[in-house]
C-alpha cells in the first residue's frame, strides 16, 4: 500500500490530519480526472410497450362491394368446370355435388391469395346458400301451417 507523500508529511506530519487531507485531495483529483473513453449506458426498449403505427392500406376497385360482386360473378364462370370435376368425386346423397363444391372453394380460400382467394369466399357463400336450401332448413323455423 502506498504511503503518505512527502509533501504532506512536510506540512502535516504524519498524523490523522495529514492522512485526511490526502483522502480529500485523492477523491476530488478521482471526479476531475475521468478517462475520455467512458462506457455509456444502453437504454433497452420495452418490445411490449412500443408504439403502435397504423398503416393506410390503399383501397381499389376489388376491395368493396364491386369486388364481391365481381368475385360472386367470377365463381359463377368457374362453377361449371368445378362442377365437372366435383362430379368425378363420390356422391355423398344427394347433397354431393354442394358438399364437393364447398369443400373445393374452403381449399381455394385456404390455399389462394388475391383475387383468387376472393373467388373462392363467394364460392363457399354460394355453396353454402344452395346447400341450405336443399335441406330445407327453412322448414325448421317455419312453425305454423300452411
Given at each position: 500500500m502506498p504511503g503518505l507523500p512527502k509533501s504532506y508529511i512536510k506540512k502535516y506530519g504524519v498524523s490523522k490530519r495529514a492522512w485526511r487531507e490526502f483522502r480529500k485531495a485523492k477523491s476530488r483529483r478521482k471526479s476531475t480526472a475521468r478517462a475520455t473513453?467512458?462506457?455509456?449506458?444502453?437504454?433497452?426498449?420495452?418490445?411490449?410497450?412500443?408504439?403502435?403505427?397504423?398503416v393506410r392500406r390503399k383501397k381499389n376497385m376489388l376491395s368493396g362491394d364491386v369486388g364481391l360482386a365481381l368475385s360472386g360473378a367470377g365463381y359463377g364462370i368457374l362453377r361449371q368446370p368445378l362442377n365437372d370435376l366435383a362430379a368425378k368425386i363420390p356422391y355423398i346423397g344427394q347433397f354431393g355435388d354442394e358438399v364437393a363444391l364447398l369443400g373445393l372453394s374452403f381449399a381455394g380460400a385456404y390455399y389462394l391469395k388475391g383475387l383468387g382467394k376472393k373467388i373462392a369466399k363467394a364460392g363457399?357463400?354460394?355453396e353454402s346458400h344452395n346447400l341450405a336450401r336443399n335441406v330445407n332448413i327453412g322448414s325448421v323455423f317455419n312453425t305454423g301451417s300452411q
Open positions: 473513453t467512458t462506457r455509456r449506458k444502453v437504454r433497452r426498449t420495452n418490445k411490449m410497450a412500443r408504439k403502435k403505427r397504423y363457399i357463400v354460394i
